[in-house]
């Protein structure tokens, strides 16, 4: 990379070692108060889950018992395998799978390609794009959903997962907006430096603004594939073959007219947040300081 | 690649730079040019046709002028709670989501034992169906009986009615809005790793203290981040349905205080089959929104500092 | 009480529905315009064609309506594949977004699945199909079914819809948690002040005054404004079809159950509502089978639940208790139905498979299987229905329960009766005068607005 990194003076003086003791201690106290934050909040932030969690493996009876129950005893460890026999659970995941990543890798491509000409390449009609893209995110779905499904239905589309996965790989107007803030974080005479070199804006796009970028596409990632494995209104509106359908419209299966599954809804609730608990354990390791470009802001 | 191809064509053939700025522009841009016309362009006109006629969805749409604007603001008591409720959440919750989703994401950044553990548990009411956080919520904030009761039980008390009552039910909205903020947090975390780690040694070297560094060196990177969750906030905030509508089914009690402009949007348009209305009032929402947005953006060129240049 | 029974209610219903069936497929006689070869699989010249029937049924009634298709796909003379859909829907709500898009974009199945009192609605707005004139052709006339249900699936002189089922609404006892409270199990309270004194008797509050078990709740379940208001003697609706809500009966009934409340104390009953916020009180999390309220108002449905969550705990059940005695009069019966949307284009075929659904075979089965009501008299007349004696109090109130008034703005009035109902008049925002004047002003004025009335 051809940047130049900003050296710290040398410091070789006599209190170095102090300094450095004291900047221990300091660091240590430092952590202690941290931990003393996180941990209380930890607890409410857990919360939901842990109770979910305690709900999937409790018999019917500890349900909804007064006081509340939060370990059940015995554990009902039935729930998830009557879970995933009360509905074609594993059809229902494989279909959100396809869905989410087809739809996530192309967001992905899309979105930056766009957020690139918003943010590094300044032509002439980019605010005017760039208001439009905000636009869109403001008009509420409610009254767009009946027109949008008569344009999918006129392209043949109503009961595939065409409507759920292409449009993505035209852009997300929050990813677009979202990777435009980030893009515009780096410093312009990257590019500049590029473009003297004779290297394309593709170029520049590609081996520059990407690999600088990598939490914020982690992020763009992360939100998308959420979104797309939580769509309740997309698949409902859309789907029409069981065959096709995904886990947010699965998981109402468990539910009927008078009474639900309560059990089996929780088990079924863990097993469809744990990939996605899972993705996100791994991804957030791209968000560990230190891979940022250095020196040579302002 | 295509793109590669034609850009270094363009290059060969000496176009003028702001020429080859446009044409790169416009070929970055085309996807999601092309996706704008494709998708959303008619959906976008139809509702704003749709906002002046009477339309059940089903029916041909009958040209009424201006009479559901009319309606909207002059015989539509519910319209109006609609729209001081989520003014109300949006003017209450931002502030708060910005300070608390920024303030953990930079606990979360520190160096510290079981970083991971702790990320991904904020992380986790985000990800929890709403069916089962219904539950939980539920579980956790029924009046007298719920968790949250518990303490003021040990002291004899009732404790707050929670959603039950009018005067708690808004602020009670807005804390377990701040319990899903996950992503928000995650947003921050990736702006905080822009932030170059010399600019905090050479601020050390000049003996600033915690608070100078953060002010000085933090939020200055990362107002970028910032803006972009002040705008989709309001966007959010003033589209503010899932969690409402999961605690009370979108009935608004008790007395309205719960009922927000898109749950009554909402009922308009597919319990009432009153699709010009809610379209009326969809536009009417995203006119408010764009204002609000482009005072942000106009407001953004004395905050916002982009290491990448100016706007 | 009739306990005995150890069955789980899945199995029990299961047991019951195979028996069903097969009886129904002995007793089946060929249709007499039946082909000769129907036996014969290789001449289907034309493929058959699909018809999808969409439902937001689960469980056991998606279960039971699967094998009537397959009965009906076996016999059906249209040659028609009649295929079952599930529609997720989210609970409490009674929007339709896949329906009302379906539709709107010209994609709309050959059957839906319809709360009957949204069918008023869905005619007026054009989402359904006029099928008159089909159903005339089969014979179907008013006399088959009964009139509350009748009189849901028919919009100015048309017919839009079939009637599949029906429920009716009674007070629930738990006699366990009476005998412990030392309340004679064996005369529930016929009357309300009675009600009143057994729902003291069976209240526990903790320390802080805060109830832990509910006697009785008298805004939970089924006990809905239109419960209150025919058991005082109340009707909704006049002879020119207008909603006449604030009826005296109404507002009288309206005035004692305000007194009920602030007895109970309007924060235990906001407690408890709260609780059951999003369906969370639906099924074995139902206060009553938690033991948490010793009471309730709920239909017949219940006999199911009974059988598969409590089967050890012992139960009765009576008309509601009314001002001077017992009020049968306060069951009001709700149901469900099926019909053809707008925009299907064989509409002969669609009803064909909507007549064998809600005919007298597919009733049977359906709610022999389901333990609902069916809306053919005769149906209703099976000795399977009384057989169990919880469920034979319900079916004695089938001839005197009342329906909800059929009405083209059928949501609009759901919500605001709901509003008046649970929120302005228990929290004392309005007097039940005011709330039940409101009601009928603003829903007279958009029925005259929509030419109903002419």
């Given amino acids: 990379m051809a940047v130049e990194s900003r050296q710290l003076p040398p410091t070789l003086a006599d209190g170095q070692s102090k300094r450095l003791l004291i900047k221990r201690v300091k660091g240590a106290v430092r952590s202690v108060l941290i931990h003393a934050g996180l941990i209380p909040a930890a607890f409410i932030f857990l919360l939901p889950f842990m109770w979910m969690l305690s709900t999937s493996l409790k018999p019917d009876v500890q349900f909804y018992s007064y006081p509340p129950v939060l370990i059940p005893s015995p554990l009902q460890w039935s729930n998830f395998p009557d879970a995933v026999t009360y509905i074609t659970f594993f059809l229902y995941m494989r279909n959100t799978l396809t869905i989410a990543v087809l739809a996530t890798v192309g967001v992905l491509l899309s979105s930056s390609l766009v957020a690139y000409s918003l943010a590094r390449i300044p032509w002439a009609g980019r605010h005017i794009l760039f208001i439009l893209t905000l636009a869109t995110l403001m008009l509420p779905f409610q009254v767009t959903m009946i027109p949008l499904f008569i344009v999918f239905k006129n392209f043949g589309w109503v009961n595939s997962w065409l409507p759920l996965i292409v449009p993505h790989w035209f852009g997300g107007a929050l990813y677009i907006f979202l990777l435009r803030q980030f893009f515009m974080t780096i410093p312009m005479e990257l590019s500049e430096a590029a473009r003297i070199d004779g290297a394309s804006e593709f170029k520049i796009y590609y081996s520059i603004l990407l690999p600088l970028s990598k939490p914020a596409l982690a992020t763009v990632a992360i939100f998308e594939f959420i979104a797309r494995w939580r769509d309740y209104i997309g698949p409902l509106i859309y789907l029409s073959d069981q065959e096709l359908y995904t886990l947010s419209l699965g998981i109402y299966e468990y539910q009927s007219q008078y009474g639900a599954e309560w059990g089996l809804l929780m088990a079924a609730s863990v097993m469809i947040t744990l990939p996605i608990i899972l993705l996100f354990f791994f991804l957030q390791k791209i968000f560990v300081q230190g891979i940022a470009l250095t020196g040579i802001k302002g | ?311 | 009480m009739d306990t005995q029974k150890m069955l789980s209610r899945r199995r029990f219903l299961q047991v019951s529905g195979l028996a069903t069936s097969a009886a129904l497929l002995a007793a089946c006689p060929a249709p007499a315009a039946a082909p000769a070869d129907t036996g014969g699989d290789g001449d289907a010249m034309m493929e058959t064609k699909k018809l999808e029937a969409w439902s937001r049924m689960t469980d056991l009634a998606q279960e039971s309506i699967k094998e009537i298709i397959d009965i009906y796909n076996e016999q059906n003379t249209m040659g028609v594949e009649l295929e079952f859909v599930y529609i997720a829907q989210t609970q409490g709500s009674q929007a339709d977004e896949k329906l009302l898009t379906a539709v709107a974009g010209g994609t709309p199945p050959a059957l839906h699945y319809a709360d009957r009192f949204t069918v008023p609605q869905f005619a007026h707005e054009g989402f359904f199909t006029d099928i008159t004139d089909f159903a005339e052709a089969a014979g179907v006339t008013k006399e088959l079914y009964f009139d509350f249900a009748w009189d849901e699936t028919v919009y100015k002189g048309g017919i839009y819809a079939l009637s599949f089922d029906t429920d009716t609404r009674a007070l629930w006892y738990n006699m366990d948690i009476m005998d412990e409270a030392g309340v004679d199990s064996s005369s529930p309270p016929t009357n309300l002040e009675e009600l009143m004194a057994v729902t003291e008797a069976l209240t526990v509050r903790d320390d802080t005054g805060a109830i832990t078990r509910y006697g009785f709740n008298p805004i939970y379940d089924q006990a809905w404004l239109y419960t209150w208001g025919f058991g005082f003697g109340g009707s909704f609706q006049d002879d020119d079809r207008r909603i006449t809500f604030a009826h005296p009966q109404n507002i009288e009934a309206m005035q004692f159950v305000k007194s009920f409340i602030d007895e109970i104390g309007v924060e235990d009953i906001d407690a408890m509502l709260a609780a059951c916020a999003g369906g969370n009180c639906r099924g074995e999390n139902d206060y009553f089978w938690t033991g948490q309220s010793a009471m309730t108002c709920s239909g017949n449905w219940k006999v199911a639940q009974h059988h598969r969550y409590k089967p050890d705990t012992n139960y009765g059940v009576v008309p509601m208790p009314g001002p001077d005695g017992p009020a049968p009069g306060a069951s009001w019966a709700g149901g469900w139905s099926w019909a053809v949307p707008f925009g299907y284009d064989d509409v002969e075929a669609a009803f064909d498979a909507c007549f064998y659904l809600c005919g007298p075979e597919g009733q049977l089965k359906y709610n022999k299987d389901t333990f609902h009501i069916p809306t053919i008299k005769s149906a209703a007349e099976d000795p399977f229905f009384s057989e169990d004696p919880l469920h034979a109090v319900f079916m004695e109130l089938l001839p005197v329960s009342h329906a909800r008034p059929p009405i083209p703005l059928g949501s609009k009035l759901w919500d605001l009766q709901v509003k008046a109902f649970r929120d302005e008049i228990p929290h004392g925002l309005k007097t039940p005068e005011e709330a039940l004047t409101d009601i009928d002003e603003e829903i007279n004025a958009g029925l005259e607005e929509i030419g109903f009335f002419s």
């Avoid at chain 2, 976008?44 to 339309?55: E, I, N």
């Avoid at chain 2, 559901?68 to 003014?87: H, I, P």
């Avoid at chain 2, 809005?177 to 601020?203: R, S």
């Fill in chain 2, 1 to 311: 690649m295509a793109t590669t191809v034609v850009t270094e064509g363009l290059q060969r053939r000496r176009l003028s730079q702001g020429t080859r700025h446009t044409i790169n522009g416009l070929l970055f841009a085309s996807p999601w040019i092309f996706g704008l016309l494709a998708f959303w362009i008619y959906p976008t006109l139809a509702s704003a046709y749709y906002s002046f006629t009477k339309y059940n969805g089903v029916r041909d749409p009958v040209w009424t002028g201006i009479a559901n604007y009319v309606e909207l603001f002059t015989s539509d008591g519910e319209f109006l709670d609609a729209v001081y409720n989520t003014v109300y959440f949006a003017v209450v919750s931002i502030p708060l989501a910005i300070i608390f989703a920024f303030g953990l994401a930079l606990m979360l950044n520190a160096k510290i034992r079981a970083q991971v553990v702790y990320r991904t548990i904020y992380f986790l009411p985000t990800l929890v169906p709403e069916v089962a956080l219904a539950l939980v919520w539920v579980f956790i904030f029924t009046p007298h009986s719920g968790l949250i009761a518990a303490p003021f039980r040990a002291f004899g008390s009732r404790g707050p009615c929670w959603l039950t009552c009018a005067e708690w039910a808004r602020p009670t909205l807005v804390l377990l809005a701040l319990w899903i903020i996950g992503q928000q947090i995650i947003l921050y975390l990736a702006g905080l790793q822009d932030v170059p780690q010399d600019l905090y040694d050479a601020a050390d070297v000049d003996g600033a203290n915690f608070f100078t560094k953060f002010l000085n060196v933090t939020v200055p990177i990362l107002t970028p981040v910032i803006f972009f969750h002040l705008v989709t906030s309001v966007i959010g905030a003033l589209n503010f349905f899932a969690i409402p509508y999961i605690m009370t089914g979108g009935t608004g009690f008790p007395a309205n205080s719960t009922l927000f402009y898109s749950i009554y949007l909402y009922k308009n348009a597919f319990h009432y089959l009153e699709m010009g209305y809610a379209s009326a009032m969809a536009w009417l929402l995203f006119m408010f929104t764009l204002f609000v947005t482009l005072f942000i953006w106009r407001s953004a060129r004395w905050w916002v500092f982009y290491a990448g240049g100016e706007e």
